[in-house]
């Protein structure tokens, strides 16, 4: 019994001495975990070794997007790690979250062989519920360095910005200092890799392109400067109304038409373009002689100048429309016919005229407040017929 009892104490310390050995080892590996500088140190280490499998299991992936290893891999080849020799952690800061939990923001900056520094990055590490053996605290690197952040995309004002098939949220516009004819989206995060972007603007031809996060903040205002057909349609439309309203107070010598259809940017040279052509139609001013009958505007022709993001308060898009076309004004005057009436007076009656011919009109035309105005107008006066 004495040696059975001698055994078995030397099995249950050597039993202790084991357990005892594998606690140290088990120490000895989680320290590098315990501090979220030294936890950093050995995640990038992993990275920049190429060992992603191994880095990638050091994640943190309880916040935010959660990533594949395949989606992991692309990220770290998109961020070049692996591309540099060492790290120097340039500042470390604490900070606790809202319910209670432990962060450490890193600032480092990753160094050339001559220990020149050719790239800076943010890492976040996240304290773990779970420590080392109850004793040492886990710090995980949590996964948003892998996204890119904040990236600026601008596109023009009134348009609607969609990536991957989603629509860009409105809280993501940028309303500090923004331009007023632009649209800034700053999206939160994006995965690694090309997106999808589509571009769609009530106005202007749509945009369908790929992005690369990587290439940094893009603009793609100037991509967008050919007008759709529908807003073609409607800048014509309404450069007939402006001809036939400036005809018609030629004749008439009445205003109203031309305040329907002209803003307060040009309804003054609208009017002194229609007093100038009434004097041609009536070279004695007897204006108030005629009777309107008809205008007609045909077989014209429209060239628009590609579309300018203005950078009016009002945020207009404008375009310069070229306008030639065919016209025939018609007007009842009062001809008198060589007789004499009973009063003494002489005898006149009532005859079409018709004013005909050809003429190119330039306008400016704005699109704000979802619709297109007319902020200047340019018009030879053309020729009375003979």
């Known amino acids: ?52 499998e191994t880095a990638y299991e050091r994640l943190d992936q309880s916040e935010g997007t959660e990533l594949s290893l395949d989606v992991y891999e692309l990220a770290m080849l998109e961020k070049k790690y692996a591309l540099y020799e060492s790290i120097q952690i340039e500042e470390v ?15 480092v900056e990753f160094l050339d062989e001559d220990g020149v520094a050719w790239l800076e990055d943010d890492f976040t590490l ?13 710090w995980k690197v949590l996964s948003d360095h892998c996204l890119i952040t904040n990236l600026q995309v601008t596109v023009p ?19 500090e200092e923004a331009e007023s004819s632009k649209t800034t989206y700053e999206i939160p995060s994006l995965l690694p890799g090309e997106a999808a972007v589509a571009v769609r603007n009530p106005i202007l031809q749509s945009l369908d392109t790929r992005l690369d996060p990587s290439d940094g903040d893009v603009d793609y205002s100037d991509q967008m400067a050919t ?32 305040e329907t259809v002209f803003g307060e940017e040009c309804l003054s040279d609208a009017e002194t373009i229609a007093s100038e052509q009434g004097l041609e139609f009536y070279q004695e ?29 009002n945020g207009a ?34 005859q079409t005229v018709s004013h005909t011919g050809e003429a190119t009109a330039q306008f400016t ?22």
């Open 93 to 107: 800061s604490s900070r606790a979250g809202t319910d209670g939990e432990s962060y450490a923001d890193c600032h």
């Open 227 to 258: 007008l759709k057909e529908s807003a073609e349609s409607a800048c014509e439309e309404l450069a007939v109304a402006a001809l036939k309203a400036i005809y018609v107070a030629a004749v008439t010598g009445e205003t109203d038409e031309l």
């Open 365 to 386: 035309m704005s699109y704000y407040e979802e619709e297109w105005h007319i902020t200047s107008v340019t018009l030879p006066v053309i020729p009375a017929s003979e």
């Open 157 to 175: 004002a009134g348009s609607t910005l969609y990536l991957d098939g989603e629509e860009a949220e409105a809280s993501w516009i940028v309303t």
């Open 1 to 52: 019994m004495k040696v059975f009892r001698r055994i078995l104490i030397k099995i249950i310390l050597l039993a202790l001495v084991i357990a005892a050995a594998g606690c140290a080892a088990c120490l000895v590996h989680g320290y590098p975990m315990s501090q979220p500088e030294s936890a950093l140190k050995e995640y990038l280490s992993l990275v920049m070794a190429g060992d992603t």
């Open 317 to 350: 898009i404008s375009t310069i429309l070229t306008f030639s076309y065919h016209y025939n004004v018609q007007n009842g005057e009062r001809v008198e016919t060589g007789e004499i009436w009973a009063d003494g007076e002489n005898a006149w009656e009532w």
């Open 285 to 313: 001013d007897e204006v108030t002689h005629a009777e309107f009958e008809s205008v007609g505007i045909y077989d014209y022709d429209a060239v628009f100048s590609n579309a300018e993001l203005t950078n009016d308060e």
């Open 126 to 138: 996240k304290k773990q519920e779970e420590s080392v053996l109850g004793l040492m605290d886990q």
